[in-house]
């Protein structure tokens, strides 16, 4: 989730093309969180969306320290926002579910609770061996970050679509000389 969340709000290149941050913050918010979790509530305010967009950012930068072996400048940010965010595991129980575990007080405000998460979340991989399976998109002019989860630990690509892209124009390149 905290992936997706990053790639639908932070400003870079995606598929190729330049993709600035939304003109419409909390749409876009809504549409990668409901994604995910389709139980998930109504849209944030424009503040609130605001404040995660700038956490966001600042995780997907810290997912580009890793991509290039800075993993100290990552874990140094990741920390930074989770204290900034207020991140502490803490057990809940609420709308009839059973109990589980949020890494945020359970009356943090949306935009900490989401980052908390988010960060946690990213700490979680740099704090162990998947560190290696986190990466951005190896495509020409695509800079979204993603997490290999196939048996083989090879992707290196963040969709389908920028992998097919790139070997298309391999594939033309090697026809035309």
């Known amino acids: 989730m905290a992936l997706a969340l990053m790639n639908e709000v ?3 290149c995606r598929r190729g093309r330049e993709f600035p941050a939304p003109d419409d913050l909390p749409k876009a918010m ?3 969180i409901a ?3 389709p139980k998930w509530g109504g ?4 503040a609130a969306a605001a404040r995660l967009a ?3 950012v600042r995780l997907h930068q810290a997912v580009r320290a890793v991509d290039v072996g800075d993993v100290d400048t990552a874990c140094v940010e990741v920390n930074q926002v ?3 965010a207020g991140a502490l595991p803490t057990l809940a129980r609420h709308d009839n579910e059973p109990w589980h575990l949020h890494f945020h007080a359970v009356d943090a405000p949306w935009d900490e609770s989401w980052a908390a998460s988010m960060a946690t979340s990213l700490a979680i991989v740099l704090g162990n061996t998947t560190i290696e399976r ?3 998109c190896n495509a020409t002019a695509c800079d979204r970050a993603y997490l290999d989860v196939s ?3 090879t992707r290196r690509f963040c969709s389908t679509a920028c992998q097919n892209r790139v070997k298309a124009a391999a594939f033309r390149a090697r026809q035309s000389g």
């Open 82 to 84: 989770m204290r900034e």
């Open 151 to 153: 048996r083989n630990g």
């Open 134 to 136: 986190l990466g951005i």
């Open 35 to 37: 994604s995910v979790n």
């Open 54 to 56: 700038a956490w966001a």
């Open 30 to 32: 809504t549409r990668a």
């Open 43 to 46: 849209p944030p305010n424009d």
């Open 10 to 12: 932070s400003p870079g």
